[in-house]
């Protein structure tokens, strides 16, 4: 059947003279099909010329498919249509024949048939070439399709791992590896659709510009916005993954940060149990002199450590803060919580240290007692009828009987605040102490009765020179006052907290009664002294010069005591009253001073004084104006007071200023 169209030239026409138009005639039609894939071909003639073309093509030739099952049967239709139509060369062959009937029934010359036969075999050879091309361009196709389909698959599998929260081999791997592996895949299908371009460039270049029909009309713009659609669809999803990896790279970091955090964590809890079961292993313990000492010791340790815990702890909770995940904010309840348990057991441990300390003062307060009653009891044992040795055996009983009350004071208090500790060997102590001075009291008495029962002359006697006694008697106290300024040294104030503050106060009212207890025997000597002007002016001199060294320390002493217990006091107004009453009694303390006395910033009685010399009036004119500064600025009066307290009276430091 013969059918007439108007085409494009497929093969290269043979011209006889000049090229030009003329209208076509079908001599023949050539089909295969498979699928759907159909190919049609058709020998055409018009005037002189000969021509095959590509009358159908199904689907484009530019067609690259669009999944790999698609490819796959366009692959195989595609090779299929190309057997059959190798198998059709008898068509060819006839198609031959019929252009040598032409040549014959026109005239034509030979090699003008020549011409026509080679353009028909070069149309076919063309032809099959670019069917050719077109298998090569499915392979290439079917690469990408398949690279494409993998690395989609991949950035899939990681992202529904990602979503699951589940382990997986991919999971398992580090975020860094896995991101390398994504880069490099997206990188190869990129690559593979480069090249799958490109060859679609050549394909238009080497066919398209030679063969073209109106079935197989260029569909390479459609082609590539495929492609590029497919590789930006790539892109977003792997640009996606990897920051889905970038984020678990940055939770693993946190997660790790927050593991780290709470094995230190762990580890301080367990240093803290390890302290308590200490704590309360040594509790079990009497607490003797030598193993007090031990427990000191030990308790400073555990403060020491305590204080290393809680910059442990501050630094933890930096270090997670910082961190945004439940884990890290679970971490940060359980820091706060144990704290708040530490704070609890560090006070516990304090008291408990502090309870020792006070336990160390009374065993050193029996002790110095059972130094002085031994001295007593030296003195009392002086033979009877030795000139100026006999001691008096009333004030020897007054003091006997003050020995234990300082030491049976604290032990008092001790009992009360023990702190879950045994005393029990400090209170067996101070009970042995009291059974000793009341033992000694009672040779006294018995002595005192064997003294009535001797003659008026031995009597005389034994009263006739009562200097050397008066030496002992001087050094005995100057030595109690030193002993005692240097001891003051040890107790401050190194916590603002009311219960350290009465204990301070509990420990300087011992000395000040103690102090009064003294003060009977200081009268006493100063009597005995009146008494010896018939001893000549040297005898008197020494004495009043070693009385005049006695009375300074004496006053200074009290001075001391006088100054450390009104500031504690007043301190401890300060912590308890709010600040109106602070204010109202530093303005009333002001008011009330007595100016016969030696004014002091608080308002501390003081003994009546000597004669001050004029810098002393000086230091008290300054004192006064501090007084008067100290509504203004406290701080200012308080550290006037510290270098006052230093450098004029030489008083011991009462507690650690700056913490004031």
């Known amino acids: 059947m013969e059918q007439d169209t108007e085409m494009e030239v497929l093969v290269p026409r043979v011209q006889q003279q000049v090229q030009r138009r003329v209208r076509a005639s079908t001599t023949s039609v050539i089909a295969a099909h498979s699928g759907n894939t159909r190919i049609v071909v058709a020998v055409l003639t018009h005037g002189d010329e000969l021509e095959l073309r590509l009358q159908e093509m199904q689907p484009s030739l530019l067609h690259v ?15 299929e249509c190309l057997v059959k139509l190798q198998s059709k060369e008898m068509e060819i062959e006839q198609a031959l024949a019929q252009s040598d009937e032409l040549v014959v029934r026109q005239g034509i010359e030979p090699q003008l048939h020549m011409a026509m036969a080679d353009s028909l075999g070069k149309a076919w050879m063309i032809f099959y070439d670019m069917l050719s091309a077109r298998v090569n361009l499915l392979e290439y196709s079917f690469f990408f399709r398949q690279q494409y389909s993998k690395c989609t698959e991949f950035f899939d599998k990681i992202l529904n791992d990602a979503k699951k929260g589940g382990s997986s081999e991919d999971e398992n791997r580090d975020s860094p590896s896995l991101i390398k592996e994504v880069l490099e895949r997206f990188k190869e299908t990129l690559m593979g659709s480069h ?15 030679k063969v073209t029909t109106l079935s197989a009309f260029p569909a390479k713009e459609q082609a590539v916005n495929s492609i590029t659609s497919l590789i930006e669809n790539l892109s977003d999803k792997r640009r996606h993954v990897v920051q889905q990896l970038a984020q678990r790279q940055s939770s693993i970091h946190h997660d790790a940060i927050v593991t780290r955090a709470r094995l230190e964590f762990h580890q301080l809890m367990k240093l803290h149990e390890d302290m308590e079961q200490r704590s309360k292993s040594m509790a079990t313990f009497p607490v003797t002199r030598e193993y007090g000492r ?4 030990e308790y400073e340790k555990i403060l020491n450590t305590v204080q290393v815990m809680e910059d442990s702890l501050t630094r933890l909770k930096a270090r997670v803060s910082n961190q945004s995940t439940s884990s890290a904010l679970q971490l940060l309840e359980e820091i706060s919580t144990f704290e708040t348990f530490l704070v609890s057991s560090q006070i516990t441990w304090e008291k408990q240290s502090y309870v020792l300390d006070l336990c160390m003062d009374g065993y050193s307060l029996v002790e110095t007692a059972h130094t002085d009653l031994e001295d007593l009891v030296r003195r009392m044992q002086r033979p009877i009828y030795r000139r100026g040795s006999s001691p008096k055996l009333d004030e020897l009983l007054r003091e006997i009987i003050s020995l234990p009350k300082s030491a049976t004071k604290q032990s008092m208090f001790l009992a009360e605040n023990s702190a879950h500790l045994d005393i029990g060997p400090l209170l067996n ?3 042995h102490l009291q059974d000793e001075c009341q033992e000694t009291s009672q040779q006294v008495v018995k002595r005192q009765e064997d003294l009535l029962m001797l003659g008026p002359e031995d009597q005389d006697v034994e009263m006739s020179g009562p200097t050397e006694e008066i030496h002992i008697s001087c050094r005995e106290l100057l030595r109690w006052i030193n002993d005692t300024l240097h001891n003051l040294q040890k107790y401050e104030i190194k916590q603002n907290d009311p219960m ?18 003294r003060q009977a025997q200081l009268d006493h000597t100063v ?6 002007q018939h001893h000549g002016y040297e005898v008197t001199n020494e004495l009043m010069q070693e009385l005049q060294v006695l009375m300074d320390r004496w006053n200074l002493l009290s001075e001391t005591l006088s100054f450390r217990t009104g500031t504690a006091l007043h301190l401890l107004q300060l912590l308890t009253l709010p600040l109106e009453a602070k204010q109202q009694s530093f ?4 008011q009330e001073h007595d100016h016969n006395m030696h004014s002091l910033p608080f ?15 000086n230091t008290t004119d300054r004192l006064e104006n501090l007084t008067a500064d100290l509504l203004d600025n406290l701080e200012t009066v308080t550290t006037n007071i510290q270098n006052y307290c230093a450098c004029v009276l030489e008083v011991p430091c009462l507690f650690e200023w700056s913490k004031f």
């Open 603 to 617: 308002n501390i009685p003081v003994p009546p004084q000597p004669t001050k010399t004029e810098d002393q009036l």
């Open 294 to 297: 031990e427990m000191l010791k």
């Open 500 to 517: 350290t503050i009465e204990s301070f106060l509990n420990k300087h009212h011992l000395l000040m009664e103690e102090l009064g207890i």
């Open 195 to 209: 090249s799958l371009i490109d060859l679609l460039e050549r394909f238009t270049s080497e066919h398209l510009s």
């Open 527 to 532: 009597q005995q002294i009146g008494q010896l």
């Open 429 to 431: 102590a101070v009970s």
């Open 587 to 590: 303005q009333e303390s002001h």
């Open 65 to 79: 498919g669009n999944s790999l099952e698609e490819i796959l049967e366009l692959q195989m239709d595609l090779n």
